[in-house]
């Protein structure tokens, strides 16, 4: 019998469940433990996905039984919330969400103004334009992360968002396609951020004081979607017609710069183990003496949180080796401990590899699968020309990407966390998956800007924005709610500790080749479907709505018994299997 960290409460299936607590904090620290978390990153992804937790204090004896006995009572002697350091990383975030939602909306009319694209392959040369982004950004992430464990993680913050920032100028001026491509291509592997801040997050969080720090990151987090489409819709063309697309990748260089700057001047290395960076270190101590001279009262000290190295609040895991830590392991025996250390990778494969994780790990290959396909042939559809396309200039595309992204916000404050008590994990999980098919196939029904409103109520161009914006946020929503919930019931569905590290290696694995195939297979298939007359469109949005129906039916292979978190109202006795 171990303690679920989440609520404090006993889990009996004899480890670790996860996703009790807080709103949205199933989204972040309840997902991943030990070295996976150093070494796997997929937060965000123009989306998503968001930063996990590792630990920060390295040194720490175990705690005693009074430290351990439950949530209530460790909440009641937190270690001291990092709020400037917190904060400084959510003003990165923010800047590289801005930056990178920026590109979806005038991608489509950036490559259809190059001579050498035709435009009936549009959708296939924005696809691949996605693929080979997420391609070298898997590429790199593990090598990002070990150069942070060198040299730390602010050098390698700011190396990577200025480098970034770079790319975002250089892709501005391209006027060919290959450029494109190369641009592409250096920005998925130069910028280091999706492997360095959730790890940079667990070093500043302990198990004491997650929950409250979580819970308003994704916010900060979703609030990218929303200005970065607006930057990228509303600006192009404002600079002149040689570059029509030059002034929104300037202002979101110059976003990327401005976070990058504050970073180096005003955050402290968070890896405990690594000394500051030298060469930023006069220009933040300029600004600390001026702060202390003319503001010696109390209102500045939010902004100097004491570090969290004192506190006696015990980590997810220990330190640098990535090794589960104490408030999980410290429940086992030191015999148990050894024998997790030394299972083999073939009984660790057997564990893993029982019918309702395939079925999980299938259900969530198909689901991000079609997320990203989503993501991708939005833009490319409202793009085309009339009839397989709705013929939308970037601006409506990046104001209706905004829009939908308020919504997802809303929900996440007011309705996530009410809806996953009441339905579980699972229920919650097949009700994304059956969302994602929902919005695939009403997509190719909607109106075009010339239709005659039905009713002969308003205009067809109304219409076409009603309709498109309730369909994008039934996707946004059920893309929140879905990926929170699939990473709880991963995460629970492994055997013992032992076996979930090479568990959530197997998942981000699929996830990432979701999100690589995924957006040229729908580019391709829609460019396929402008050679059919009528409803050529209902091709690309079908088909990718009938594989999310697909992966719908494989979660009802899923056995949901000891899946769910403890703040389920649910009876864990009456859960649904096949």
């Known amino acids: 019998m171990v303690r679920s960290p989440a609520s404090g409460s006993l889990s009996s299936s004899g480890k670790t469940r996860l996703g009790a607590a807080v709103s949205n904090r199933g989204f972040f620290d309840s997902i991943h ?18 930063p996990l937790a590792t630990p920060r204090d390295t040194n720490r004896d175990p705690p005693g039984p009074s430290e351990s006995s439950s949530h209530a009572s460790s909440s009641s002697s937190q270690s001291p919330l990092p709020v400037k350091e917190l904060s400084l990383l ?80 250089v892709f501005g001026f391209c006027k060919a396609y290959w450029q494109v491509i ?11 951020n999706a492997a360095v801040v959730p790890t940079a997050l667990g070093d500043l969080t302990d198990k004491s004081n997650q929950s409250t720090a979580f819970t308003w990151l994704p916010v900060i987090y979703s609030l990218g979607s929303i200005t970065g489409p607006a930057i990228g819709g509303l600006l192009v063309g404002t600079m002149g017609d040689e570059f029509p697309f030059l002034a929104s990748n300037l202002v979101s260089a110059l976003i990327l710069a401005i976070g990058a700057l504050i970073v180096a001047i005003w955050m402290e290395e968070p890896h405990e183990d690594k000394p500051e960076v030298h060469v930023v270190r006069s220009i933040r101590k300029h600004f600390q003496e001026t702060r202390r001279r003319s503001n010696a009262s109390s209102s500045w000290t939010w902004f100097i949180q004491p570090k969290k190295g004192r506190s006696d609040h015990q980590p997810i895991m220990d330190g640098a080796d ?20 030394n299972v083999s990778w073939k009984d660790s494969l057997r564990e893993i590899f029982n019918r309702s994780t395939i079925s999980l790990l299938l259900s969530y290959l198909v689901y991000q699968f079609s997320n990203i396909s989503f993501n991708s042939l939005y833009p490319i559809f409202a793009t085309a020309p009339s009839p397989t396309g709705r013929d939308l200039d970037p601006g409506t595309i990046g104001v209706s990407l905004s829009v939908a992204g308020i919504f997802t916000i809303v929900f996440q404050l007011l309705a996530f966390q009410y809806m996953k008590t009441r339905l579980g994990n699972l229920g919650l999980y097949r009700v994304a998956l059956l969302g994602l098919t929902i ?87 829609f460019s396929l479907g402008t050679h059919i007359k009528p409803r050529g469109e209902a091709l690309s949005w079908g088909l990718f709505g009938g594989i999310a129906l697909l992966g719908w039916f494989a979660t009802w292979g899923i056995d949901g018994k000891g899946l769910e978190s403890d703040d389920w109202e649910g009876d864990a006795d009456s859960v649904a299997s096949v």
């Open 182 to 192: 190369l641009v592409q291509i250096a920005m998925g592997m130069l910028n280091g």
């Open 439 to 525: 919005s695939m196939a009403l997509m190719p029904w909607t109106g075009h800007l010339d239709s005659d409103p039905p009713f002969a109520i308003g205009t067809g161009k109304e219409w076409l924005y009603a309709e498109l914006g309730g369909i994008l946020i039934i996707k946004n929503i059920s893309a929140v709610g879905g990926l929170s919930c699939v990473m709880l019931l991963i995460t629970n569905s492994a055997v013992s500790d032992s076996s979930l590290g090479t568990l959530n290696g197997i998942a981000q694995t699929i996830s990432a080749a979701g999100r690589s195939i995924g957006p040229f297979l729908a580019g391709s298939v």
């Open 90 to 169: 959510a003003i990165l975030s923010f800047a590289e969400q801005t930056a990178l939602n920026s590109i979806s909306p005038y991608l489509p009319s950036m490559i259809l103004s190059f001579p050498e694209i035709q435009p009936q392959h549009v959708g296939l040369y924005v696809g691949l334009v996605a693929s080979v982004f997420a391609l070298a950004q898997l590429s790199t992430n593990f090598l990002w992360g070990y150069l942070s464990d060198k040299i730390g993680r602010k050098p390698v913050l700011i190396l990577g968002t200025s480098l970034l920032a770079g790319c975002f100028v």
């Open 322 to 341: 990535g090794h589960h830590g104490s408030d999980t392991t410290s429940h086992h025996s030191h015999d148990d401990e050894d024998h997790d250390r």
């Open 33 to 50: 433990h030990g070295r996976q978390l150093r070494r796997q990153s997929y937060r965000y992804h123009t989306f998503p996905t968001p």
